[in-house]
């Protein structure tokens, strides 16, 4: 067995002793702890309602029930804050390996990223790449969208819900976002290149980086120094990456354990139907992808999504992409696409080339509607579907970034923003689809910008 498969290996094996730890731990040990939360669930729904059917605001029992709701929240607060605790020995492997793969991000887009623009020469070059990898970006994401939006037509999850219009003001704890040009600007420029590096804000580093290449280019021989000192960082940090990675099936172990202890195996069969049609409608993408790909790479496309095993069962396992990134820039190297192409085009897929995501919100906000019963015409999801596409973009790194672009898009439609508490029980299940979905788009788009350009090899292994 190679050193890769046995990665892959002990990574699936985590992956299955995580869930088996978990469900013992939910079955004996968090039992009390998960009977505390949803008693005091009940506790605070049955306030809420006493005080939506109290018509006068201005009697006594009123303010008596404000401050029976208060007390109820901080009862719920502290009981998920004594489970958290509990659980702190698990998520402490997953918190320290992204932690480490964060470290490394920023870093190892920088060095690349300069040195494939360096390598690429002039801003016509750089502008053409640029191009051809934005063309490839909008359609794939275009087309999640619309795939999205038929799988969730033709399923209708949201129907066996039949739920009652939750009250205007009830609370998902999920903060919108607004459609600002203000915001949007400020996650594409940055002020400082440090708080840029330091907060990961990836597309902020892209912009500095696609600077600094093509004035390091632009200076001749003076900068070939700089691009030789890159190009060692980037080659010490990669060597980095494979210490980081032999952690990887711990970090794995921990968070499955974690998740299936605190939710157990019964957020499964809650919404069976609902996670079985969209992981359906997730495969249904996959096979899309590699069809175009295909396409186009022809039947070298199977031996990249076979190179992709590993760094699609980290980004699944931990429901972080970014935890996969270093291992899918170093796959697709292998796989012959040339660096500078790899540099320059996956950093760009993980602010611009989120299919999974993509998939997810329109699937997700229509599967809200249908909840409610609210039909949406035609017209009004196809202008949802544009309004998320322009949403989505720039907003990597925001902490539930898919269900935050939701919370701020369904608005504009009268869709309830409480439905999003549809979701949050199982959003961590359908990330883990999500963030393996971006690695398989992102693999295949680097691939296809390659071979555009006449930079594909052969693989190098």
Same mark, same amino acid.
């Given at each position: 067995m190679s050193k890769n498969n046995k990665l892959t290996f002990f990574i699936f094996l985590a992956l299955v002793l995580g869930v088996g730890l978990g469900y013992y731990l939910n079955v004996h040990s968090f039992k009390d702890h998960n009977e505390n939360i949803a008693k005091a669930e009940t506790h605070l729904k049955n306030v809420e309602v006493k005080l939506l059917n109290l018509k006068d605001t201005t009697v006594v029992q009123y303010a008596e029930l404000n401050a029976e709701k208060v007390l109820a929240q901080k009862e719920r607060a502290n009981a998920e804050a004594v489970r958290e605790k509990s659980l702190e020995p698990l998520t402490l492997l997953s918190d320290i390996f992204l932690r480490l793969i964060k470290m490394i991000v920023a870093p190892l887009v920088f060095s690349t990223l300069v040195v494939g623009v360096a390598k690429v020469g002039d801003i016509k070059a750089v502008g053409r790449i640029g191009g051809k990898t934005m063309l490839w970006f909008m359609s794939a994401s275009l087309l999640s969208l619309i795939l999205g939006m038929i799988m969730v037509n033709l399923f209708k999850p949201g129907l066996a819900m039949n739920l009652p219009l939750p009250p205007a003001n009830a609370d998902t704890g999920i903060h919108k976002i607004a459609l600002s040009m203000k915001d949007f600007i400020s996650h594409i420029v940055p002020k400082s290149m440090t708080e840029a590096m330091a907060t990961n804000e990836i597309l902020q580093i892209v912009v500095f980086s696609l600077f600094f290449g093509v004035a390091t280019a632009a200076i001749g021989e003076k900068g070939q120094i700089i691009i030789k000192f890159f190009d060692a960082v980037a080659h010490v940090i990669l060597k980095v990456t494979g210490y980081v990675m032999n952690f990887a099936p711990f970090a794995v172990f921990g968070a499955m354990a974690a998740i299936v202890a605190k939710q157990g195996l019964s957020v499964l069969s809650t919404y069976a139907i609902f996670i079985g049609e969209f992981y359906g409608s997730m495969l249904l993408l996959w096979v899309v992808l590699i069809l175009i790909g295909w396409? /186009? +790479? @022809? %039947?070298? *496309?199977?031996?990249? #999504?076979?190179?992709? @095993?590993? $760094? *699609?069962?980290?980004?699944?396992?931990?429901?972080?992409?970014? =935890? =996969?990134? $270093?291992?899918?820039?170093?796959?697709?190297?292998?796989? !012959?696409?040339?660096?500078? /192409? *790899?540099?320059?085009? +996956? $950093?760009?897929?993980?602010?611009?080339?989120?299919? %999974?995501?993509?998939?997810?919100?329109?699937?997700?906000?229509?599967?809200?509607?249908?909840?409610? !019963? /609210?039909?949406?015409?035609?017209?009004?999801?196809?202008?949802?579907?544009?309004? +998320? #596409? +322009?949403?989505? @973009? !720039?907003? =990597? %790194?925001? $902490?539930?970034?898919?269900?935050? *672009?939701?919370? !701020?898009?369904?608005?504009t439609f009268n869709i309830p923003e409480a439905g999003l508490a549809l979701l949050i029980g199982i959003d961590p299940l359908l990330d883990m689809g999500r963030s393996a979905t971006n690695v398989v788009g992102n693999s295949i788009a680097t691939a296809v910008v390659s071979k555009w350009e006449g930079e594909l090899t052969e693989p190098l292994d």
């Open positions: 396409s /186009i +790479l @022809k %039947g070298r *496309v199977f031996n990249l #999504m076979n190179r992709m @095993k590993e $760094p *699609v069962l980290l980004a699944f396992s931990t429901a972080s992409s970014e =935890a =996969a990134y $270093p291992k899918t820039m170093l796959q697709l190297e292998r796989f !012959g696409c040339k660096d500078k /192409i *790899v540099s320059f085009v +996956l $950093p760009l897929g993980y602010s611009f080339n989120l299919d %999974g995501s993509m998939l997810y919100m329109t699937f997700a906000s229509l599967f809200i509607a249908q909840s409610y !019963g /609210i039909h949406l015409s035609f017209e009004q999801q196809i202008t949802m579907l544009l309004i +998320l #596409m +322009l949403t989505s @973009k !720039g907003i =990597a %790194g925001v $902490p539930r970034a898919s269900l935050v *672009v939701i919370a !701020g898009t369904i608005a």
